[in-house]
C-alpha cells in the first residue's frame, strides 16, 4: 500500500496510519509503536520469534478455564437433594463468571501484543526508520544514520537468512561504498558510533572508520579537517594514534588534523576567532582542560613545519592553558614548542596575562622569559650542531651548506631581539614590574640579537617614565641595558635631551657619539691624504712636456690653448688645502671636547663617591627634587663642555660592543 508505513506521533506514541488496528505495541524508551505484527516479522527474524511465543501463551489459558467448568460440574453432580436449592444458585453465579470470562478473553484476544526494547541501539528514531523499512517505506541512508540502522539491523536480525535485500545488507553496502570511501564522511559515522557503543565495536566499524580516516588524511583535501571537532577525546585519541602508526601519512595532515580540532573543541582558543561549529559539543572546563592536554600530546616531537601550527597557534594553546590552569608538564611543553616558532611570533602573540594570584604584574613576564631561553638553548644547540658539521665538512659542498644553515639562525635572533623590545616597551608602564624582572629580561638576549639598541633604549625610557620613584641604583641598573654605542642618530639626539636619564647616562650616550663621529672624521682624512699623492701624480703627469709639434696642432680640440687647464688645477688645489685645515682644526677641537668629558666623568665619579660616603642620596631625576634633595644644574652640560650637538652615530663599528655583563656597571 502506498500508504504503509506513514505514521503519527501522538504525545509519546507513533502510530502507523494504514487504515487498520495496530496489533503489536513496541516500547522503545520512552515512545510507543503501535505497528502490525506481520510486515515486521517479515523482515525481522527476532520480532518474529518474540511474537510467536507471545501466541503460544494464549490457548493455554482457554484450555485452563474450559476444565475449571468441567470440574465444577462434576462437584455439582454429587452433591445430595438436600443441597440442591443451593446447588441452582451457586450454579447461576458461576453461569455469570463464565460470562465475564468470556467477555475478558475475547478482550484479552483482541489486545495487540506488546514487545519492549529497553536498550534498542539508537533509540527511537533509529526504531521508526526500520520499521518504515519493514513497511517498504524507502529510507535515506546517510553518514549520520547509516551506523545506527547497520546496528539496529543485527539487533533485530534482519539479515538476508531472513529475507533477502534486507537492512543490514543495505547499510552495509552504503557503508563500505559510500561512507569509508572519503575521510569527512567516514568522521560523521564515527561520531555516531559513540552513541552505539558497545554494538559498533562488535561490528568492527569503529575500527573500519578510524583506519579510513587515517589512510585517507593525506590524499584527500583539507576542506573534511573542520568535521573532527564533533570526535569525543576517545575517539579522536584513536583516530591521532591510527595517523601516527601510519608511514604514508604527512607531517602536515597530522598538523592539519590537531589544528582543526582544538580550534573546533577548545572555546576561547584565539582571541581573534569567533566560529564556533553548531555541531561541536559544548565542554565544562574540566573537559576543556583534558582537550587542551590531548593536543598539546598530539604536537609533533619534531619542530612544527610552521604551516599550520603557527606560532599563533602554539601561544593561544599557551594562554588557553593558563586560563584553564592545565598541568605543568603541559605548561612546560608547550612552552618549549612555542620557542621553536618564537622568531614567527607577533606581539599579540606573546601578551599572556597573568591569571595566576601569585603573580602582580598584568602579563606574565616570566612564561615570555622561559620561552625566550629555550629559544636561545635550542640556538645554542643549533649552533654547536653547525660548527661540528663545518669541522667535519671535508668538501666545498659540505662546507657551503654548513654557511647556508647558519644563515637564518642569525636572522631568526634579530627577529627574536626586535620582539623582545616591544615586548618590554609594552609592558614597561606596568608599576608591578620590578626593575630585576626587566633588566633580566632585557639581557637575556646575546649581543648579536640587536643591531640597534633604539627598541630596547625606548622601552628603558618608557619604565623611567612610569616608575618616577626608583632609587639612583636602580635607575642606574635599567640604564645599563642599554648600549649607548648601538644608538642611532635620532636615539642618541633623544638620550642627549633626556632629564629622565641619570646624568651619567647621557654623558657616556655623548662620549661615545663624540668618539664615533672622530673616528668617522679621522676616516676620511685618511682617505684624503690617500688620495692627495694620486692626485699630485695626476697632475704631474699632465704636466709632462709633450713634443714638438706643429702650430697647427698645438690648440685644443675646442679651440682653447693647451696650459688652458693649469688655473683650474691650481684652484682645486688650494680648495683641497683649505678642505684638510679645517678638518685637522676640527679634529684638534674633538680631542679637547673628549678631554673635557673625561674631566668632567672623573669630577662625578668622585662625587657621587663622596655623596655616598657622607650618606645623602643623589639626585636622579630633574622633576624629583623633592624626594631626592639635590637639584642637577640646568647648565649641566654647558659647564661640563658639553658644546657640540649631535651629528652622527654609527652604530655599525662592531669593535666597540662590549659584552653585557661589563655594561652593568656602566664603566666609561
Known amino acids: 500500500m502506498s500508504s504503509a508505513g506513514h505514521g503519527a506521533t501522538r504525545g509519546q506514541a507513533w502510530f502507523c496510519t494504514t487504515g487498520l488496528p495496530s496489533d503489536v505495541v513496541f516500547d522503545v524508551q520512552d515512545m510507543s509503536f503501535h505497528l502490525h505484527k506481520f510486515p515486521l516479522m517479515s523482515k525481522s527474524r527476532k520480532i518474529h520469534r518474540m511474537v510467536m511465543e507471545q501466541e503460544e501463551e494464549q490457548p493455554p489459558r482457554r484450555r485452563r478455564r474450559r476444565r475449571r467448568r468441567r470440574r465444577t460440574t462434576s462437584e455439582g453432580s454429587n452433591a445430595g437433594e438436600e443441597g440442591a436449592e443451593q446447588t441452582e444458585i451457586e450454579e447461576a453465579e458461576e453461569v455469570e463468571e463464565e460470562d465475564e470470562e468470556e467477555e475478558q478473553a475475547r478482550k484479552e484476544e483482541g489486545r495487540p501484543y506488546c514487545i519492549v526494547f529497553p536498550d534498542f541501539p539508537g533509540g527511537p528514531g533509529t526504531f521508526e526508520a526500520a520499521a ?120 602536515e595532515a597530522r598538523e592539519s588534523c590537531l589544528v582543526s580540532y582544538a ?25 576543556q582542560r583534558e582537550l587542551l592536554e590531548a593536543v598539546v600530546a598530539s604536537l609533533p616531537a619534531d619542530k612544527c613545519s610552521g604551516r599550520v601550527v603557527t606560532a599563533k597557534f602554539l601561544f593561544a594553546l599557551l594562554r588557553t592553558a593558563h586560563i584553564l590552569r592545565a598541568s605543568n608538564a603541559a605548561r ?31 602579563y606574565d613576564v616570566d612564561c615570555v622569559e622561559r620561552v625566550v631561553r629555550h629559544f636561545l638553548a635550542e640556538e645554542e644547540e643549533l649552533g654547536e650542531a653547525e660548527a661540528s658539521t663545518s669541522a667535519a665538512a671535508i668538501t666545498e659542498e659540505a662546507a657551503a651548506a654548513a654557511t647556508t644553515l647558519s644563515r637564518p639562525s642569525a636572522v631568526a635572533m634579530v627577529h627574536v631581539g626586535k620582539l623582545v623590545d616591544s615586548y ?82 647621557v654623558l657616556q650616550v655623548l662620549f661615545f657619539e663624540q668618539l664615533q663621529l672622530r673616528r668617522a672624521i679621522t676616516g676620511t682624512l685618511m682617505s684624503s691624504s690617500s688620495g692627495a699623492p694620486q692626485a699630485r701624480q695626476h697632475r704631474h703627469y699632465h704636466q709632462q712636456p709633450r713634443p714638438a709639434a706643429p702650430s697647427s696642432s698645438r690648440h685644443s680640440v675646442d679651440g682653447t690653448g693647451g696650459d688652458a687647464w ?75 663642555g658639553c658644546k657640540f650637538s649631535t651629528q652622527v652615530c654609527d652604530s655599525h663599528a662592531r669593535n666597540v660592543v662590549a659584552s653585557r655583563a661589563s655594561r652593568m656597571g656602566m664603566s666609561p
Not at 582558543?269 to 561549529?277: E, K, N, Q, V
Not at 602573540?349 to 604584574?361: F, W
Not at 640597534?452 to 645599563?480: N, Q
Open 132 to 251: 518504515k523499512f519493514c513497511y517498504g517505506v524507502r529510507v535515506e541512508l546517510t553518514a549520520w544514520n547509516v551506523v545506527p540502522l547497520r546496528c539496529a539491523a543485527e539487533y533485530l536480525e534482519m539479515t538476508e537468512e531472513h529475507a533477502e535485500d534486507n537492512l543490514a545488507a543495505r547499510a552495509e553496502a552504503y557503508l563500505e561504498q559510500t561512507v569509508l570511501r572519503h575521510p569527512g564522511e567516514a568522521t560523521k559515522a564515527l561520531k555516531s558510533c559513540e552513541e552505539l557503543l558497545p554494538h559498533a565495536e562488535e561490528l568492527g566499524i569503529v575500527d573500519r572508520c578510524v583506519e579510513a580516516i587515517a589512510a585517507r588524511s593525506s590524499a584527500a583535501s583539507r576542506s573534511w579537517f573542520d568535521d573532527l571537532a564533533v570526535l569525543g577525546l576517545q575517539m579522536y585519541k584513536r583516530v591521532m594514534a591510527a595517523m601516527a602508526e601510519r608511514a604514508d601519512v604527512r607531517t
Open 332 to 362: 612546560a611543553a608547550l612552552e618549549r614548542k612555542a620557542a621553536t616558532q618564537l622568531e614567527h611570533a607577533t606581539l599579540e602573540d606573546v601578551l599572556i596575562p597573568s591569571y595566576s594570584g601569585a603573580t602582580e604584574t598584568l
Open 263 to 287: 580550534k573546533g573543541t577548545i572555546p576561547g582558543l584565539s582571541r581573534s576567532m569567533r566560529r564556533r561549529l553548531a555541531s561541536a559539543p559544548v565542554s565544562s572546563e574540566v573537559e
Open 424 to 505: 618590554l616597551a609594552e609592558v614597561a608602564s606596568d608599576d608591578n614590574l620590578k626593575p630585576a624582572k626587566f633588566c633580566e629580561l632585557a639581557l637575556a638576549l646575546p649581543d648579536h640579537a640587536r643591531i640597534y639598541d633604539d627598541g630596547v633604549y625606548r622601552a628603558v625610557d618608557i619604565y623611567l617614565k612610569a616608575h618616577p620613584r626608583l632609587t639612583a641604583e636602580e635607575r642606574d641598573r635599567v640604564c645599563g641595558v642599554v648600549d649607548g654605542r648601538k644608538l642611532t642618530v635620532e636615539a642618541c639626539t633623544h638620550a642627549a635631551q633626556n632629564e629622565r636619564l641619570p646624568l651619567r647616562a
Open 566 to 640: 693649469r688655473p683650474a688645477a691650481m684652484q682645486e688645489s688650494q680648495v683641497l688645502r683649505l678642505d684638510m685645515d679645517s678638518m685637522r682644526n676640527r679634529v684638534q677641537d674633538l680631542e679637547r671636547e673628549c678631554s673635557s668629558m673625561r674631566r668632567a666623568i672623573k669630577k662625578i665619579d668622585g662625587r657621587g663617591s663622596s655623596c655616598s660616603a657622607a650618606g645623602s642620596p643623589r639626585r636622579s631625576d630633574a622633576g624629583d627634587a623633592s624626594a631626592d634633595g639635590s637639584a642637577r644644574p640646568a647648565n649641566w652640560r654647558s659647564r661640563y
